[in-house]
């Protein structure tokens, strides 16, 4: 048989970032194509090719739905050298490389079968939930025993469906790619440190089974946290830990300046959240955690979710079903019942490894289970859907927040972020992997290149916010704290007593109230009481309390003010 492979020059090699958008594929002209309707199976339709000095990337497009990872015979099989007599001959080439996607094992043909992972050869995919077009990646430097896997500027290869005996390009034909060596790869810009002008730095972070109180991780766990900086954050799988525990933890890496102190909630998950702003209600729903925040003038809705993994599709569907449905409501009047143009955020490790009906349902709100949870609902308050934040990582090419390399399974986006952009503007966002950074990024945050291979599966993702101008609420459009001053108690520490003075500027109705860390009140002072301009203080005995951290709450027509005291027995 006579085999006729395609050609494509270097000339149009592109830089891509694999980030689940398509559109840096549009000019890349390496396109070997397949006749549709050929498959009993899956059809292979198209593959895109282009590299730059560091990597060779692949789009792939087929005729449905396909999760790169498992369920799926697809095998990737590489001449690396271009050379016939050379490899293991098949469909007119001599392969050297072969990858099965859905078993996530490769072989490198050499003077011996040598198998390899992902991770030996940086396969790297994108999205991670199934999709009809998926974009990868392999190291163009891989090496196995000492051998470049990729020796030569010239390849030939093709893709195979085994149950449908299909072929990408056709049976009979070969992709032939010349590497562009004049392609650099180029970062794209990044930032860890805080962007000018943001409002409040969100992170969410997987801790691996409480990993994050594991004194053999402190070190690890410190660095990361300080060079973050947040003032909010959501943790997964703590199971064995309280919050006040986590907030006393962060507090240790990032000490409180004057008039700060870090909040927490937890509602008996794993879902935790610690933050500058004070917790004022938690709830449980399905197994996932939802905080409503005090940020003085507006309060910030936020869900901290980690549904369950791998192939469970119909546990994980029914846990984001549930947390939407409870956002719908919370809208709407019911269960929080916040106000128009409350920000939105939804965080953690939501496990999307399956079906990418999941992804859509947190993005969107297309509620499945319909009977259980009731109606599809616009998520965002200007009828829209949620933003995804969809964070990259630092000097990569790449957007994975799960990296694991005793795994079969190659590096994913596992763990989400999204917001309501009506109302917030999101300035910055990253998923922090510490081996991607250059030497000198690790040294200005103090950042060693394996803390977060160290310290969890997961990456720490993270995100800057700043409120639109746009964004009103009931509390915003009241007098506002400029018209009322809370002072620091004294003594502080007490014991049992304490006096708590402050100032209002004009009649208003009051409520003074004592909280716990996790935002439970313990006291009511005043309740509702009408009071005219003037200075007031007020004695508050806690005979009944255990020594900790407290923090105490003035409302003055529905603006609130927080500090925070010490009782110490």
């Not at 992972?117 to 974009?135: H, K, M, N, R, W």
């Not at 496990?351 to 993005?363: C, D, F, K, R, Y």
């Amino acid at each position: 048989m006579f085999f006729l492979p395609f050609l494509c020059t270097s000339t149009f090699a592109r830089q891509i970032i694999l980030d689940e958008e398509f559109n840096d594929w549009e000019d890349v002209e390496s396109q070997f194509s397949d006749p549709e309707g050929d498959s009993d199976n899956i059809d292979l339709f198209t593959l895109k090719i282009s590299n730059d000095d560091r990597f060779i990337y692949f789009l792939l497009e087929v005729s449905e739905e396909i999760d790169l990872q498992e369920n799926n015979d697809l095998v990737l099989y590489i001449d690396t050298d271009n050379n016939i007599e050379t490899g293991i001959e098949s469909n007119g080439i001599g392969y050297e490389f072969e990858f099965s996607f859905g078993q996530r094992t490769g072989i490198f043909h050499s003077d011996q079968n040598i198998n390899l992972s992902p991770y030996d050869v940086g396969l790297i995919a994108s999205p991670t939930v199934t999709s009809t077009t998926i974009e990868f990646k392999l190291n163009l430097d891989a090496e196995v025993n000492g051998i470049k896997i990729f020796g030569s500027d010239e390849l030939s290869l093709f893709i195979y469906s085994v149950s449908g005996n299909e072929f990408l390009p056709n049976e009979g034909e070969a992709a032939l790619y010349q590497l562009d060596i004049q392609s650099t790869f180029e970062p794209q810009p990044f930032q860890i440190a805080k962007k000018s002008g943001y409002d409040f730095r969100v992170l969410s972070y997987n801790v691996r089974r409480d990993a994050l109180f594991n004194a053999g991780l402190k070190n690890e766990y410190q660095r990361i946290i300080s060079a973050v900086q947040p003032d909010i954050i959501g943790f997964q799988e703590v199971y064995q830990n309280s919050g006040a525990q986590a907030a006393e933890l962060v507090e240790e890496f990032i000490p409180s300046q004057d008039g700060e102190m870090w909040y927490s909630g937890d509602t008996g998950t794993d879902n935790l959240i610690v933050s500058r702003y004070p917790v004022i209600k938690s709830q449980t729903v399905n197994g996932n955690s939802v905080y409503l925040l005090d940020a003085v003038d507006f309060f910030i809705f936020v869900i901290v979710a980690h549904p369950p993994c791998c192939a469970n599709n119909e546990g994980r569907q029914l846990e984001i079903d549930a947390f939407m449905a409870f956002l719908r409501d919370s809208k709407n009047g019911e269960e929080f019942n916040i106000p128009e143009n409350t920000p939105i955020i939804i965080m953690g490790d939501m496990n999307l490894v399956g079906l990418s009906q999941q992804q859509t349902t947190l993005i969107t709100g297309d509620i499945i289970n319909e009977d259980a949870y009731g109606s599809d609902f616009n998520p965002d308050w200007d009828g829209s859907a949620l933003e995804d934040a969809k964070p990259n990582n630092p000097g990569f090419p790449t957007s994975f927040t799960w990296f694991s390399q005793n795994s079969s399974f190659g590096a994913g986006r596992l763990d989400y972020m999204v917001y309501s952009g009506s109302v917030l503007e999101m300035l910055n966002t990253f998923s922090l992997h510490t081996p991607t950074l250059d030497s000198d990024t690790l040294s200005v945050y103090n950042l060693e290149v394996l803390d977060t291979i160290l310290a969890s599966d997961h990456t720490p993702v993270v995100a800057d916010f700043k409120f639109k101008t746009q964004t009103s609420t009931d509390r915003l459009e009241s007098d506002g704290p400029e018209n009322f001053t809370l002072f620091q108690n004294y003594p502080n520490p007490f014991n049992p007593s304490t006096t708590i003075p402050f100032e209002i500027s004009k009649p208003a109705k009051v409520s003074l109230t004592v909280h716990t860390i996790n935002g439970v009140k313990v006291a009511s002072i005043i309740e509702n009481k009408y009071l005219n301009s003037g200075e007031y203080s007020f004695v508050y005995k806690a005979e009944e309390l255990a020594s900790g951290i407290y923090f105490y709450r003035l409302n003055v027509d529905g603006a609130i003010q927080n500090n925070m005291m010490v009782l110490i027995k």
